[in-house]
């Protein structure tokens, strides 16, 4: 190829790249003759249509398809030149692809290519290039990461299968300590030593037996002396010296200390004193030798918030902390270290300070550091919610000795719950009102599709929510009024105007005239007024840019308000019922998908979440379930608690008659949901959208997608 024609060395290098790289993909139309499935004179006219030689006279085909070839890849380097993407190969080869399948699709539009066969090679062909372009799209998009807080809900069954049964933590305790070796080898351990040579130590002087007598006796009968019962106290003193290995199997949900981890969590739940108040706050250094980092490595981003601009982390192993006065100095946490009978020392570690706050019990969960050696020490077990409150800066804050370290102070809560199995509902859902759902569409949610979340859905949408609401899809309400996706879209990109008759009442009532950006403006100045309240309140960490609403949530919010929340939690609910290959092909289907519109929305009712009052945040909401609840909904699960998990965005009213116009004939159920403040472990208050809705008057509230009611009575 004339290099001249493309422009320049480098230029002529990529466009060498791209011939390259799409040589190296298959071609369902590069089959033999005798296994192809399309006739040949098929074959020719789709060659045509694609672009591909019809002779086999390769010096003829050059010559009639040189000028093309070339003015086509010219045409794609010059706008890589001139946009200057990161992947300039990637994009001339879209480029390239884009002119392909505008053939390809003028070929079907025209009927030229009608042969159910051929129409079969070009979806194959087409599904090929989908399933590689979402590939790159998701190797070139930032993940943005959501922590998953609601893991803590979680049972060590979800984790690592049900309990053993005939195992116990001693038939695990060879494998812990070789592991524990290869993590921190002791001074008697030889790194280099083999895993068979390694066992052999293990069984020859760290026996059950023995590592007990030689080393952790003494802190066994520390335990009992404290009110430990006596096989909560022997599985404690020993276990937690093998939190490493324990940590990294529940981290990767592999059961091979299952027996081990459900007899430490067990343990510790035992040792707690409930009857006695809370501990004062404990504190752990966060990087360096015994740090939390080297227990979990998670507590490295415990600043960093996620894509909800939470701050925190779940553990996966046993958390320490004391607050011993011996332990603080002006230069930080000091390290308690001993060499047998020698006196021991304390190392300053150069590194911030977590403290951590403790507080009794509730409904949610235990929130108290459990004391373990002395009335100074205490512990955490696994899976505990560590939510980062406020960070105090280097000298001004006081250690339990007097001091003021010259280190930041992160002051975390933490939530966890009692070591217990899980049990799991199915079912399914109906076209269903705003304010009303079916009652198959509430009931069979469980505890584990809450837990689940939908991190999955949101974190790398393969189009644009502007790309979803543009596609061709129509639908119709409970009262039979069809709707279309493009005018949902255009109405609430241009300006509100009001419109009475629709079947939630007069749409746009008072906001004539008023285009997005006035909405996101009139939002993000209340959202100001409200923040430094709610940050107070709640100890929100956020940086202020993430709590206004930007112009995607704010359309987001509208288009949910007004008739498109059907398609949008059709397609959740949808999601919700599948597992695997299929739940990610839902949610990557460029004709189905709402991942955007959804996280868009996720977003923006936690802004507005955040900022509720007080007095908002107790108010009673309602809700309309249309049909009668099965009776085995209110069967406790294992945890003691009637719940249910709606799998779509939940909308309520602070209006108890705005759900009963929702309810059709015969019996129906009225929910009075009770909402409380913000927790560690998530929100229990929906967002009040009223000033963005289309139907100010539902005085509507947004729940979070997956809401977890629990049942609490019932009123016949």
């Not at 940050?535 to 704010?554: A, F, G, I, K, Y």
């Not at 949901?673 to 289309?694: F, T, Y």
Request: a negative charge; glycine letters at 8%; hydrophobic letters at 35%.
């Amino acid at each position: 190829m004339d290099e001249r024609r493309i422009g320049t060395p480098a230029a002529a290098a990529a466009a060498e790249k791209v011939e390259d790289h799409n040589d190296d993909l298959p071609d369902p139309l590069d089959l033999p003759a005798e296994t192809s499935p399309v006739p040949p004179h098929g074959t020719d006219k789709m060659r045509q249509f694609l672009g591909r030689p019809v002779s086999q006279d390769v010096a003829a085909y050059l010559d009639a398809q040189r000028v093309p070839l070339e003015t086509s890849i010219q045409e794609a380097i010059n706008h890589v030149l001139e946009q200057q993407p990161p992947d300039a190969v990637q994009e001339v080869a879209l480029r390239l692809l884009k002119g392909r399948e505008q053939n390809v699709l003028a070929a079907v539009k025209c009927d030229s290519i009608g042969d159910a066969e051929q129409l079969r090679v070009i979806i194959h062909h087409a599904q090929r290039i989908i399933s590689e372009s979402r590939s790159a799209l998701r190797a070139s998009l930032p993940r943005g990461t959501a922590k998953e807080r609601s893991r803590y809900l979680e049972t060590l069954a979800d984790c690592l299968g049900p309990k053993p049964k005939g195992k116990t933590w001693e038939d695990e305790w060879e494998s812990l300590r070789c592991e524990s070796h290869r993590i921190s080898p002791g001074k008697d351990v030889d790194p280099s030593w083999s895993d068979a040579q390694l066992l052999e130590y293990v069984r020859t002087h760290n026996t059950v037996l023995a590592f007990q007598s030689r080393f952790r006796q003494g802190s066994v009968d520390t335990l009992m002396r404290r009110e430990w019962p006596e096989e909560a106290a022997r599985t404690y003193a020993m276990l937690s010296v093998c939190s490493g290995p324990i940590a990294r199997a529940l981290q990767e949900r592999d059961a091979c200390y299952a027996a081990s981890t459900y007899a430490l969590c067990q343990s510790l739940w035992d040792g707690r004193r409930t009857e006695e108040p809370p501990p004062p706050m404990l504190y752990r250094h966060l990087q360096g030798k015994m740090g939390l980092t080297e227990i979990d490595p998670g507590w490295s981003e415990l600043t960093i918030p996620d894509i909800h601009g939470f701050c925190g982390l779940v553990s996966n192993g046993i958390t320490p902390g004391d607050c011993d006065p011996l332990n603080f100095g002006v230069g930080g946490y000091m390290r308690r270290f001993q060499r047998g009978t020698d006196p021991p020392e304390y190392i300053v570690e150069n590194s911030d300070i977590v403290g951590f706050i403790s507080s009794a019990s509730d409904e949610l969960g235990a929130h108290s550091a459990v004391l373990t050696y002395t009335d100074y020490t205490g512990a955490f077990p696994p899976k505990t919610l560590f939510r980062l409150q406020r960070i105090i800066p280097p000298g001004e804050w006081m250690a339990p000795n007097g001091v003021y370290p010259l280190q930041r102070l992160l002051v975390v809560t933490a939530t966890y719950m009692p070591p217990r199995c899980n049990n799991t509902r199915g079912g399914g859902t109906e076209v269903n009102g705003k304010m009303c759902a079916r009652v198959t569409t509430l009931s069979y949610g469980s505890r584990a599709d809450y837990i689940r979340g939908l991190n999955d859905v949101i974190a790398q949408p393969v189009l644009t929510m502007e790309q979803e609401c543009g596609r061709q899809m129509e639908w119709q309400d409970q009262k039979g009024v069809r709707y279309s996706l493009q005018r949902e879209w255009a109405y609430v990109n241009g300006p509100a105007e009001p419109k009475e008759g629709c079947t939630a009442g007069t749409r746009d009532a008072r906001n004539r005239g008023k285009l997005p950006s006035d909405f996101q403006a009139q939002t993000n100045a209340f959202i100001r007024e409200r923040s430094a309240d709610a940050t107070t309140r709640h100890c929100v960490v956020l940086d202020p840019s993430l709590m206004e609403m930007n112009l995607e949530e704010v359309l987001a919010i509208r288009l949910y308000s007004g008739p498109a929340y059907q398609p949008i939690n059709e397609f959740l609910r949808q999601v919700s019922r599948l597992s695997g290959a299929f739940r990610e092909e839902l949610i990557h289907h460029p004709g189905l998908t709402f991942s955007a519109t959804v996280g868009h929305l996720c977003s923006g009712i936690r802004k507005l979440s955040a900022i509720t009052s007080e007095e908002e945040a107790t108010r009673p909401l309602f809700r309309g379930v249309r049909g009668e609840l099965p009776h085995e909904f209110w069967h406790p699960d294992e945890q003691g608690i009637v719940c249910a998990v709606d799998m779509a965005f939940m909308s309520t009213s602070k209006n108890r008659s705005t759900p009963l116009g929702y309810m059709g004939e015969g019996k129906n159920v009225l929910w009075e949901l009770e909402p409380v403040q913000e927790s560690d472990g998530g929100l229990h208050i929906g967002a009040d959208i009223s000033a963005l809705s289309q139907f100010e008057a539902e005085e509507e509230m947004y729940s979070h997608t997956e809401s977890n009611p629990v049942a609490r009575n019932r009123t016949m």
